[in-house]
């Protein structure tokens, strides 16, 4: 008897245990809170409706800046350096000495050609006044009139020696001008390889000065763009040193052929570089302005993403309670918006928050 009451109370419990294990299988999940994103429930989000304005139209190139004027100061006579008055990073004008050599030698010359000269004006005064008081002579037949000839062609000849010494102290006076190197414009000295003592010719740099205010960029257009660009067009470019900086200036020369090579324009662009900020050497990407605008959508930046692994970015759309995903071609941001040029149109509703707990179709509840 107590067998059977045994067997009877363990199928009961193995009864209990088999409802038990149904429930748990077939019980709904609890649903969780709109925040959290699940299929059951609305994600809460921001969002905002898409901007559409009218921006010019650009061409977009890169390119180099260069220094406006760039010149390799050499002396104009051999000698040896005794002075090198400027250094690396100095700003020099127009005729500021640069290098100066050793001039004794040439300021010899210019006195020697002094004392030439003081020696004929001497011999030319002397022949002037004896043919002065030979003239009345020639009237009272004192002397004959081959005498007084022979005065007169020493006058001449005098003052041609007189001329002659002149050329040769002016000759002297350039040598020794000669000797003094001076900056040809106002700019900043970018070398100077040279230093006292060292003998140079007129071969040698003894300094190099970059003129980079203004600054030059050099740009390649495509061949396909050339035809588009025009002198004085405005020109902005960014470059890596100053990040989020904007630089304008203006084409002031474009080459009137294109490479036989790239099939580029090259096109030359200015700007003022009052603070100096731009270098040359430095890599820029620029953007040129053409006269025409055209229809841009511009949304929030807190809009766009790229998912880890994918080429392009992506937006969310607000639509109908759901999101949509939306793939788009965008631009660089602008500030605080990003201009999209394709995948968007006027009136779609951008989602603004929480784009990594939401999929295409989520439902979701805007704020």
Do not use: W, Y
């Not at 419990?13 to 088999?18: E, I, R, S, T």
């Not at 400027?86 to 004794?104: F, H, P, S």
């Not at 005098?158 to 106002?186: G, I, K, S, W």
């Not at 793939?327 to 040029?341: C, D, E, L, R, T």
Request: aromatic share 2%; net charge neutral; hydrophobic share 45%.
């Amino acid at each position: 008897m107590s067998q059977v009451r045994c067997a009877s109370r363990t199928l009961v419990a193995l009864g209990l245990v088999l409802v038990a294990c149904g429930r748990d299988q077939t019980a709904p999940p609890a649903a969780s809170s709109a925040g959290n994103g699940t299929a059951n429930g609305p994600v809460a989000v921001t969002a905002a409706a898409v901007t559409v304005t009218q921006q010019p139209v650009t061409i977009q190139a890169t390119g180099t800046f260069t220094a406006a004027e760039t010149s390799q100061v050499s002396p104009q006579v051999a000698g040896q350096i005794v002075a090198t008055p400027v250094n690396v990073g100095d700003t020099v004008n127009a005729g500021d000495v640069i290098g100066r050599l050793d001039d004794r030698n040439a300021r010899a010359r210019l006195a020697q050609a002094q004392a030439t000269l003081q020696q004929a004006q001497a011999t030319a005064a002397n022949a002037k006044a004896q043919a002065e008081r030979s003239a009345g002579l020639v009237k009272t037949g004192d002397i004959s009139a081959s005498d007084f000839q022979t005065l007169t062609t020493q006058v001449a000849t005098a003052n041609a020696q007189v001329a002659q010494a002149e050329a040769q102290v002016t000759l002297a006076q350039r040598e020794v001008d000669e000797t003094v190197v001076r900056a040809p414009f106002r700019g900043h000295v970018s070398a100077r390889p040279v230093a006292a003592g060292q003998f140079v010719t007129t071969a040698s740099s003894v300094a190099t000065i970059v003129n980079i205010q203004p600054i030059k960029l050099e740009l390649q257009i495509p061949e396909a763009d050339a035809a588009k660009i025009s002198l004085a067009m405005p020109v902005s470019v960014q470059v890596a040193p100053h990040p989020g900086r904007e630089f304008v200036g203006k084409v002031t020369a474009k080459n009137p052929a294109l490479d036989p090579a790239s099939r580029a324009l090259t096109v030359v662009a200015e700007f003022p570089n009052g603070d100096l900020a731009l270098n040359p050497g430095m890599f820029a990407t620029a953007a040129v302005r053409l006269p025409e605008t055209r229809q841009v959508i511009t949304v929030p930046k807190e809009a766009v993403f790229t998912p880890a692994g994918s080429p392009s970015p992506e937006v969310f759309v607000a639509q109908d309670g759901k999101a949509r995903l939306r793939v788009v071609q965008a631009a660089p941001p602008q500030g605080n918006v990003v201009p999209v040029m394709s995948g968007l149109q006027p009136g779609d509703v951008v989602i603004t928050s929480n784009p990594d707990k939401l999929f295409d179709g989520q439902p979701v509840s805007v704020r």
